[in-house]
């Protein structure tokens, strides 16, 4: 099913985050991570007994696009329970791609608590084009 509006994208975060991985916080995360050429990548938190691997629900979503291909992206969908705001390092990792891209967060029952902008998370980031000169 094509995802046309943002109601989809919470939803296909919601199936996502049931694949969540989390036996040591038990904090459900799932994000859908929308491509600017329409396609929709899942993901969720994968947790590890050494903690430092765990990985977010949003860089699992994004991954699996940039690793198939895309590197453009018009918006993410994450939810939790508290409808929790994405982390430094996924805010980070996503404006390596699309600073514009919207950011839509709800929690597990779908109900959207905060629509705005990576731009707006992630105010004078520091982005590729701070490398632009490089020799
Ligand atoms: N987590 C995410 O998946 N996304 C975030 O942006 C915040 C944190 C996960 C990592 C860990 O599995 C759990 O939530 C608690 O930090």
């Given at each position: 099913m094509p995802v046309t509006n943002d109601s989809q994208l919470v939803e296909a975060a919601i199936q996502a985050s049931e694949q969540a991985y989390i036996p040591?916080?038990?904090?459900r995360v799932g994000a859908a991570l929308l491509t600017a050429s329409g396609q929709v990548y899942g993901g969720c938190n994968i947790e590890s007994?050494?903690?430092?691997p765990t990985v977010c629900a949003e860089r699992t979503a994004l991954y699996k696009a940039v690793s198939e291909g895309?590197?453009?992206?018009a918006a993410i969908a994450v939810v939790t329970r508290d409808a929790g705001s994405p982390c430094g390092v996924c805010r980070q990792m996503m404006y390596e791609f699309s600073p514009e891209m919207r950011v839509i967060l709800a929690d597990l029952e779908g109900r959207v608590q905060l629509t705005t902008t990576l731009d707006a998370l992630l105010p004078h980031g520091f982005g590729p084009s701070n490398l632009d000169n490089a020799s």
């Amino acid at each position: 099913m094509p995802v046309t509006n943002d109601s989809q994208l919470v939803e296909a975060a919601i199936q996502a985050s049931e694949q969540a991985y989390i036996p040591y916080s038990n904090y459900r995360v799932g994000a859908a991570l929308l491509t600017a050429s329409g396609q929709v990548y899942g993901g969720c938190n994968i947790e590890s007994v050494s903690f430092t691997p765990t990985v977010c629900a949003e860089r699992t979503a994004l991954y699996k696009a940039v690793s198939e291909g895309h590197r453009d992206f018009a918006a993410i969908a994450v939810v939790t329970r508290d409808a929790g705001s994405p982390c430094g390092v996924c805010r980070q990792m996503m404006y390596e791609f699309s600073p514009e891209m919207r950011v839509i967060l709800a929690d597990l029952e779908g109900r959207v608590q905060l629509t705005t902008t990576l731009d707006a998370l992630l105010p004078h980031g520091f982005g590729p084009s701070n490398l632009d000169n490089a020799s």
